[in-house]
């Protein structure tokens, strides 16, 4: 499934960016001869009739291309210099390089558009505990409290309010944050964001404000077991309910998950009732390492009361118009924040470890596609900001660098001269080539880290 959802997103990805690139060129007059899904090698060609465009899969399927006549790749026929791409006035050359980014921006709105009307399914913005000295506590936020909006800005879900805040936590300075009372009263709280720093971002910020999502109280009891893991080779069965661990009590499941990860590779006597009987375990938590931490997992997920669950779900839909005006607004927000997360990796604020390559792209795709469609959708349109905004970059090779140039022949009257052309092309492979090291290293970093 992971597969096939990645190669179907960068199949729908690559097929609206290379169209939009398309269909301005056809607008404008040039004669496009090959549209490519993929690179390298032709697996597949096909050429309709009556047309110039051969339309090919190519075999690595990590992108694609439009190839247009253009006198400074090869030689062009006098009767086809009016159709080449070199030979069109700059505005028109502009429009087609910006088209490709411009269709990803708008395949994002279409798709959240047509999210906003179906439904995103969501879990309730209600507060679990606050920690003590969080800048939360502080503002005199409380456990059970279910917040209404930021800054004036209406908020329905836990992963709205999420993004409402790292939207704001780029700014810095106070929010003003509506909630409701466990007991009905409307109250509003002054939250400080200015404790968190850049490095704070690239993890669950939210913990660091003090805010945690509530969560229905969890009783001991084994759920799902993972194939082969130490708690299945121990002998624990599905339903058993985790009385004492080492002697002590397990009030709840994440008593007991605190116990396995304080214990990496050491003995732990579980004692468990299974039905009328009371057994006694013995369970070796394995070692992992998590954030350069050594911690110990089972291989055990909790028996979840699927209606306690239910009662903190939310679905936040909106009529056609208004999910139109959403979707627009959603892709502006996602657009800014990528930006703005963009720029402090430059200077050094944010981690480059938030590059993502490939690797990581195709988990969270089949990640997404198994949580259902609409989890698929918002994943693709996000992907498709992200392929906007990047292709945007004022780097040589991408369709922002292809921007510059066109901007400098606006201002001094003629091309670029080609000794240009090639410093930038050398300068852009190193860039994207530098990118693509890390980007591949974070993913194999995360695969071996879990």
């Known amino acids: 499934m992971t597969l096939l959802a990645f190669v179907g997103a ?26 490519s899904i993929g690179f390298g ?5 096909k050429r309709f009739a009556g047309s110039d465009t051969e339309w090919v899969i190519s075999a690595i399927p990590l992108g694609g291309y439009v190839k247009m006549l253009d006198e400074r790749e090869a030689e ?23 088209a490709g980014p411009l269709a990803n921006f708008l395949l994002a709105i279409v798709l959240y558009w047509v999210l906003f009307m179906h439904g995103v399914p969501g879990l309730k913005p209600t507060l679990g505990d606050v920690p003590a000295g969080t800048p939360a506590s502080f503002a005199q936020m409380q456990s059970g409290e279910t917040l209404l909006s930021i800054n004036g800005e209406a908020i329905s879900s ?16 106070e929010v003003q944050i509506e909630a409701q009372t466990a007991g009905g009263t409307t109250i509003t709280h002054t939250l400080n964001m200015t404790s968190l720093e850049a490095r704070d971002l690239d993890g669950e910020f939210l913990a660091k404000l003090g805010l945690h999502l509530y969560q229905p109280i969890l009783s001991p009891v084994i759920g799902k077991l993972s194939e082969g893991g130490e708690a299945q080779r121990a002998g624990l069965q599905e339903g058993d309910l985790v009385l004492r661990a080492d002697g002590l009590v397990m009030p709840s499941w994440s008593a007991l998950v605190e116990m396995v990860r304080s214990h990496p590779g050491q003995s732990v006597q579980l004692d468990i009732r299974r039905g009328e009987l009371e057994l006694n375990v013995v369970v070796i938590p394995q070692v992992v390492t998590e954030s350069g931490n050594k911690i110990g ?35 502006w927000d996602t657009s800014i924040i990528t930006l703005k997360m963009l720029g402090k ?34 994943f693709l349109a996000l992907i498709s900001v992200s392929l906007g905004i990047l292709n945007l970059l004022p780097v040589p090779l991408l369709d922002g660098g292809h921007l510059l140039y066109y ?44």
């Not at 062009?76 to 910006?98: G, H, Y």
């Not at 089972?298 to 306690?308: L, M, N, S």
């Not at 480059?352 to 469609?373: E, F, H, R």
């Open 76 to 98: 062009v026929a006098a009767d086809e210099l009016s159709q080449a791409f070199n030979r069109k006035p700059v505005l028109q050359r502009m429009a087609i390089v910006v």
């Open 10 to 35: 960068i199949a729908l990805l690559v097929v609206f960016h290379e169209y939009g690139h398309y269909w301005v060129a056809r607008r404008c007059g040039v004669k496009v001869l090959r549209f």
């Open 41 to 45: 090698k032709v697996v597949y060609s």
């Open 345 to 378: 990796m430059v200077l050094g604020e944010v981690s480059m470890k938030n590059l993502s390559g490939p690797i990581t792209i195709a988990d969270y795709a089949g990640q997404s596609a198994q949580m259902g469609l609409a989890a698929y959708l918002g």
């Open 407 to 450: 901007v400098a022949e606006l201002l001094k009257g003629s091309p670029v001269s080609e000794q240009a052309w090639e410093i930038g092309q050398k300068i852009g492979i190193g860039l994207l080539g530098t990118l693509m090291v890390f980007a591949i290293y974070n993913d194999i970093n995360r695969l071996i880290s879990g």
């Open 158 to 173: 836990w992963q709205e309010l999420r993004w409402k805040l790292l939207t704001l936590a780029l700014q810095g300075g």
């Open 297 to 331: 997992k089972i291989g055990a997920a909790p028996h979840v009361d699927e209606a306690a669950w239910q009662a903190m779900m939310t679905v936040v839909s909106y009529p056609p118009l208004e999910a139109a005006g959403q979707s627009l607004r959603k892709t």
